[in-house]
């Protein structure tokens, strides 16, 4: 296997040394990576130099997710509802609508807490705007579904990557997500690319369409494709009495059994006696008690599903980790999907899960979208996304923290998903802040 810089995640349940975790708590940054870099310099350590690595990178990254001062977040709010008060603001924060972390000595807040807190404005910050939405189309295409035992689409997508930073006569790397050959997708077809590129197997975990130049900063791909979305019943499927066991273990750092979470499998499914009764009763639990929150870039979390099942709050790739987590101690087999949601007016990146019945296959769930059905009171749609998906998707990645092809050897922006790219500028890898990536749709067509 070859071993990259993103290796160094894998440690993340490593503990940091006690001086330099309480200098990370109490967010003084220069401190702790002054600690770091003298603990590395020392060499007398080496096991525990990724997990220092790991940090330093983190440290790094904090405060680009985490910009604004309490002041700076209350005025967001009052361009639109002047009235807003800095009591409003600490309910909203305790409820857990606005995330926020120690950065520099001082809390400072998500840089998108305005659009969650925009999520449930209805209830708890009624001045904000929110904008109608029309799921007539939607809710439509879900019926069809459900009618004529699934639904096919043909779409065509068009992404690009671009470095911010100079790159003249640097060595470019760039990775952009391509469906890969699954079940739910085929004829593939790549109909317009910048020159130079080299596709990933139809089949790997991660597949991307890779560049390496020194002449060029800007990267862009159009492709086609057949996405289909099969309409079960889970509860109507006849289960097998002996069930599978791959796909059941842990995936460190973020994939563990803690006790917390076999505490709480347990109680979830004590009573359920098939894997469908068990993996439904997750998902209801999921999908009924986490709500959806924004978060920062994945490299500055800590233990995702046990995070997410103590605070209860995610987005939809936490979602799909804690179902998964808890559906594996469950003993169903369970795994990651992820690319992106390719709807008919805009496309973005989004993440899921599948769960394994024996002798059916493999089945699907949406638990973000589940969450958001029970948020708006539609209980047929949180019910259709347990077993079921739709045809508005790009699938490009099987497997969590999956390499990329060939493996990005810098670090990455995000070390376990790939939905909109990635790149390195003269061996150095570019966050978020350092690039621009962009999806679009070109053509949807339902057939």
Not at 89 to 95: A, G, K, R
Not at 271 to 281: I, L, N, Q, R, S
Not at 290 to 302: E, H, I, N, S
Request: net charge negative; with cysteine.
């Amino acid at each position: 296997m070859n071993m990259t810089q993103n290796d160094d995640f894998l440690h993340l349940m490593d503990a940091l040394p006690a001086d330099v975790d309480r200098r990370v708590k109490a967010g003084d940054i220069a401190g702790a990576l002054r600690l770091i870099e003298a603990y590395l310099a020392s060499g007398k350590q080496p096991e525990l130099a990724p997990r220092l690595r790991a940090e330093r990178v983190r440290l790094g990254r904090l405060e680009n997710d985490y910009p604004l001062t309490k002041q700076q977040a209350i005025a967001q709010v009052r361009e639109e509802w002047p009235e807003f008060t800095e009591e409003q603001f600490d309910t909203l924060v305790d409820n857990r609508r606005i995330d926020w972390r120690y950065v520099n000595g001082q809390v400072q807040y998500h840089d998108r807490f305005l659009s969650c807190v925009r999520i449930y404005a209805a209830k708890e910050a009624p001045g904000l705007k929110v904008e109608a939405e029309d799921h007539t189309q939607r809710d439509e295409m879900l019926a069809r579904m459900k009618q004529e035992g699934g639904l096919t689409a043909q779409i065509t997508l068009k992404a690009s990557v671009k470095a911010k930073v100079s790159a003249a006569g640097k060595k470019v790397q760039a990775w952009l997500p391509i469906p890969a050959d699954c079940v739910q997708q085929s004829e593939i077809e790549i109909l317009d690319a910048t020159p130079g590129y080299v596709l990933g197997p139809a089949d790997a975990q991660a597949r991307t369409i890779y560049w390496e130049s020194s002449e060029r900063d800007c990267f862009e791909v159009t492709y086609r494709y057949k996405h289909h979305a099969p309409y079960v019943d889970p509860y109507t499927l006849k289960c097998d009495e002996v069930q599978p066991t791959f796909d059941t273990g842990e995936q460190l750092p973020h994939i563990a059994f803690t006790p917390y979470l076999r505490e709480l499998a347990h109680r979830i499914t004590k009573d359920c006696k098939t894997p469908v009764e068990k993996a439904g009763a997750i998902y209801d639990y999921v999908t009924g008690y986490v709500d959806y929150r924004y978060q920062p870039a994945y490299v500055l979390l800590d233990n995702i599903a046990d995070s997410c099942a103590k605070e209860l709050r995610g987005d939809c790739g936490i979602f799909a980790l804690l179902f998964i987590t808890l559906c594996r101690i469950s003993g169903i087999p369970a795994r990651w999907q992820s690319g992106l949601s390719a709807k008919p007016d805009d496309s973005g990146a989004h993440d899921w899960a599948m769960f394994y019945v024996a002798p059916y296959g493999w089945l699907f769930a949406d638990p973000s979208f589940g969450s958001g059905a029970r948020r708006n009171g539609e209980p047929e749609r949180r019910k259709h996304y347990f077993g079921n998906l739709d045809p508005c998707r790009m699938v490009a990645n099987s497997v969590f923290q999956a390499p990329l092809c060939p493996p990005d050897p810098c670090y990455r922006n995000d070390p376990y998903d790939n939905q909109l790219g990635e790149m390195t500028v003269d061996g150095v890898g570019l966050d978020s802040t350092g690039m621009e990536r962009s999806v679009e749709t070109v053509e949807f067509l339902f057939l």
